[in-house]
């Protein structure tokens, strides 16, 4: 499908949904009633300085939700970071700790250690972007793993250095462009493979690892929950599109996730003790062509040049083989799986 086509199927997949009565919402606008299905609890206030569309925002602010207010923080530096708390300004509505770019696990790590002494409850969420964690923070998070301390780590994966002008890191998929993997004649964007962390997580026999999207907010919270009532380390993988470094439309980010995932380039798993526990199956299976055309980062792939096509079919390679060792395709309907998934309730507390 080319991408305007695929365009035009989204707006009006959007205009039905918008047009389509919805049981869970009154007709007639009743505040008591929309209330209710507002999110009882806000970690992360509006009013940020996040471009629009940015899958980051979004992500943090769905964690700290479902891990309620008991709840302190650390942040490696990067958009996250920069985008909440401009001094003197603060977005969080919860403790929360600058890290170093590298250190972000070993400082919650001492701060559990510390409420430990206390004899306190209180949770530790240790935040990172890929760069922070895939490279520069993995180190330090590997340490706090392999220690047990009591904490959530949660890595919002967009795929890039996107604070400092998007630089390529392990996280980048293969062949996508960045400022540091420019397509040309030498190569068509990074060379790449994405690095496979969860694996590498997983191998440290931690009790719960997980990987998550934005496009299933759902499925966020409840992951969330699940780790946050864990005792020990966990870990979340959250796909997060950045449309300055993806180069797409910021309305379209989060149609642009939910075809990672349905594509079976960003798989969505749950791994405990090392075992995979639970998949989003994938009841339709889209060609990666369908997500690869929608962004700027990919549009080297589809140009006359011969090793284009090369790399598509490569790019499909890796979907297909995640489908496969994962177990990817559904048998059939499936209220969790990446149709039904998103069509859960929406609001904090309801689903
Ligand atoms: C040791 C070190 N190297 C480099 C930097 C500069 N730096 C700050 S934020 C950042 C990029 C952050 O990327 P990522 O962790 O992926 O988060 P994103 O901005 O994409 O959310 C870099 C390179 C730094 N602060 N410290
Ligand atoms: S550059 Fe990307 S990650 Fe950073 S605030 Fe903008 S959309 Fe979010």
Partial sequence: MDSTKLK??????????????SESMPVEHNMAEL???????????????????????LAARLVTEAAGPDVILTNATGCLEVFTTPWPQSAWRLPWIHSLFENSAAIASGVEAALKAQGRKTKV?????????????????SGMLERQHNILYVCYDNEAYMNTGIQRSGSTPHAAMTTTSPPGKERMGKRHLKKDLL??????????????SVAYPA?????????????????????????????????????????????????????ER?????????????????????????????????????????????????????????????????DGADTVRRGGMVD
């Fill in 35 to 57: 209330r209710k299905l507002q999110p009882r609890y806000r970690g992360l206030e509006a009013g940020h300085r996040a471009c629009q569309g940015c899958g980051e925002a």
């Fill in 219 to 271: 499925d966020i919270r409840r992951k969330v929950r699940r780790a946050v009532s864990i005792e020990g380390p966990t870990f979340l993988l959250i796909h997060s599109p950045c449309p300055l470094g993806w180069g797409i439309d910021s309305e379209i980010s989060i149609e642009v996730a939910r075809l990672a995932v349905q594509t079976g380039l960003f798989p969505v798993v749950e791994l």
């Fill in 274 to 338: 090392g075992e995979l526990t639970g998949v989003m199956p994938i009841r339709h299976p889209r060609p990666v062509a369908d997500y690869l055309k929608l962004q700027n980062r990919f549009k080297h792939l589809f140009t006359d040049d011969p090793r284009a096509r090369e790399e598509r079919e490569h790019l499909q390679a890796l979907a297909d083989h995640n489908i496969e060792i994962y177990q990817l395709k559904g048998d059939g309907m499936d209220a969790l799986d990446t």
């Fill in 199 to 212: 694996s590498i997580i997983a191998a440290h026999h931690i009790p719960y690892a997980a990987s998550a």
């Fill in 8 to 21: 035009q199927e989204i707006q009006e997949r959007r205009r039905q949904a918008q047009s389509a009565p």
């Fill in 125 to 141: 969420i240790a935040q990172g972007g890929d760069g922070g964690t895939f490279d520069i923070g993995f180190q330090a998070l």
